[in-house]
């Protein structure tokens, strides 16, 4: 059964037919393509990963202790925290540093801290956690799919996405966590029904997992239950990470960011040597001041923009233009 188009392809295939490129797509999941230039040279591409950073730039903004490493090399402020191993790899390579290590951190820094797994994106397995149980917890959920994992310390502030193409600045917004907001006579569960069918209105493809345990313990911490009414304009917030992959919400903020906040951008895309980005901060400050207080959160070598396409027209047609401009650069 052939699978529907994911937005990258579908995209790359509609621009690449009025530029007169050659794409073809693997026809059962039509998530990986190769394009064909003018002159017969190929490119390909896997989802959002594109034939334009190196590999190994790419691999280390994939690893995010090894690109916080860099980073603070370079003398850019990322989060305070450090790598640990789940009990399996510890084993396997003789280190001491698995989950009780990860514990007396978590314990010297002071709880909350965020749990989350070295290699994984779109905010998979992140995890906020109070106390020792928690954190076990955490651990055991990812460690049969990952080795590594990060102890953070809990940063508050503007969480915002930047992304960058060739020294351009293609888009920036602010990312809010997954929450709903009451009217007064649906329970969160069908607010939360209601919210999947709003992404499916305006084809956003994320899929929301109601039944994550990670809604469970946000919900208890804030002394409610899934059967719980908000009043009317109660804002009922569901994780604890901002990721639009996990049902987050964004504002767009790409026409009013700073000029230092962009020089700020390029200047960490040029260092990462990665042509294309998405560069996630949290700040004190809001993106139309110049940066006073800030942290990098992360990286990514292959930033999706599904999510942010769906929130309006001119969203839409900032992702059709990236897109555009990938295909210029690979004839470069």
Same mark, same amino acid.
């Given at each position: 059964?052939k699978?529907?188009?994911?937005?990258?392809?579908?995209?790359?295939?509609?621009?690449?037919?009025?530029m007169?490129?050659e794409?073809?797509?693997?026809?059962?999941?039509?998530?990986v393509?190769?394009? &064909?230039?003018?002159?017969?040279?190929?490119r390909? #591409?896997?989802?959002t990963?594109?034939d334009?950073? $190196?590999? $190994? %730039?790419s691999?280390?903004?994939?690893d995010?202790?090894?690109?916080?490493h #860099?980073? !603070?090399r370079?003398?850019?402020?990322i989060?305070?925290?450090?790598?640990?191993y /789940?009990?399996?790899?510890?084993?396997?390579i003789?280190?001491?540093?698995?989950?009780?290590a990860?514990?007396?951190?978590?314990?010297?820094?002071g709880?909350?801290?965020?749990?989350?797994?070295?290699?994984?994106?779109?905010?998979?397995?992140?995890?906020?956690?109070?106390?020792k149980?928690?954190?076990?917890?955490?651990?055991?959920?990812?460690?049969?799919?990952?080795?590594?994992f990060l102890?953070? !310390?809990?940063?508050?502030?503007?969480?915002? !996405?930047? &992304?960058?193409?060739?020294?351009?600045?293609?888009s %920036?917004?602010?990312r809010?966590?997954?929450? &709903?907001?009451?009217?007064?006579r649906?329970?969160?569960?069908q607010?939360?029904?209601k919210?999947q069918?709003? #992404?499916i209105?305006?084809?956003r493809? /994320?899929i929301?997992?109601p039944?994550?345990?990670r809604i469970?313990?946000e919900?208890q911490?804030?002394?409610v239950?899934?059967r719980?009414?908000?009043?009317?304009?109660?804002?009922?917030?569901?994780?604890?990470?901002?990721?639009?992959?996990?049902? $987050?919400?964004?504002i767009?903020?790409?026409?009013?960011?700073?000029? /230092?906040?962009?020089?700020?951008?390029?200047?960490? %895309?040029?260092?990462?040597?990665?042509?294309?980005?998405?560069?996630?901060?949290?700040?004190?400050?809001?993106l139309d001041?110049?940066?006073?207080?800030?942290?990098i959160?992360?990286?990514?070598?292959?930033?999706?923009l599904?999510?942010?396409? /769906?929130?309006?027209?001119?969203q839409k047609?900032?992702?059709?233009?990236?897109y555009a401009?990938?295909?210029?650069?690979?004839?470069?």
């Amino acid at each position: 059964m052939k699978k529907q188009r994911t937005l990258v392809t579908a995209t790359i295939e509609r621009l690449a037919k009025k530029m007169g490129i050659e794409v073809h797509v693997e026809p059962m999941w039509g998530y990986v393509g190769q394009i &064909v230039l003018p002159d017969g040279r190929k490119r390909y #591409f896997r989802n959002t990963n594109l034939d334009l950073n $190196g590999l $190994g %730039a790419s691999e280390i903004a994939r690893d995010k202790a090894y690109a916080d490493h #860099f980073l !603070r090399r370079m003398g850019y402020p990322i989060i305070s925290g450090e790598v640990f191993y /789940t009990p399996r790899w510890c084993k396997s390579i003789g280190s001491r540093r698995g989950p009780d290590a990860a514990y007396r951190y978590a314990k010297r820094i002071g709880f909350p801290v965020i749990v989350k797994p070295n290699s994984k994106s779109q905010g998979s397995g992140v995890r906020k956690v109070y106390n020792k149980r928690e954190l076990l917890r955490a651990i055991k959920a990812f460690e049969h799919n990952e080795r590594v994992f990060l102890v953070q !310390r809990v940063v508050t502030g503007h969480d915002y !996405r930047i &992304v960058v193409l060739d020294g351009v600045v293609i888009s %920036a917004y602010e990312r809010l966590p997954l929450s &709903v907001t009451g009217d007064g006579r649906m329970t969160v569960a069908q607010l939360l029904r209601k919210k999947q069918l709003s #992404f499916i209105r305006v084809g956003r493809d /994320t899929i929301l997992k109601p039944h994550d345990d990670r809604i469970t313990a946000e919900l208890q911490r804030q002394g409610v239950t899934r059967r719980t009414v908000p009043n009317r304009g109660e804002k009922i917030v569901l994780l604890p990470n901002a990721n639009l992959s996990t049902g $987050g919400d964004a504002i767009d903020v790409t026409t009013a960011i700073h000029p /230092t906040w962009a020089a700020l951008a390029k200047k960490i %895309a040029h260092d990462m040597n990665l042509r294309y980005i998405g560069i996630d901060v949290m700040s004190r400050d809001e993106l139309d001041h110049s940066p006073a207080s800030y942290v990098i959160i992360e990286i990514n070598a292959a930033p999706g923009l599904d999510n942010y396409a /769906t929130m309006g027209k001119r969203q839409k047609q900032i992702v059709e233009d990236l897109y555009a401009r990938v295909l210029k650069a690979l004839l470069l």
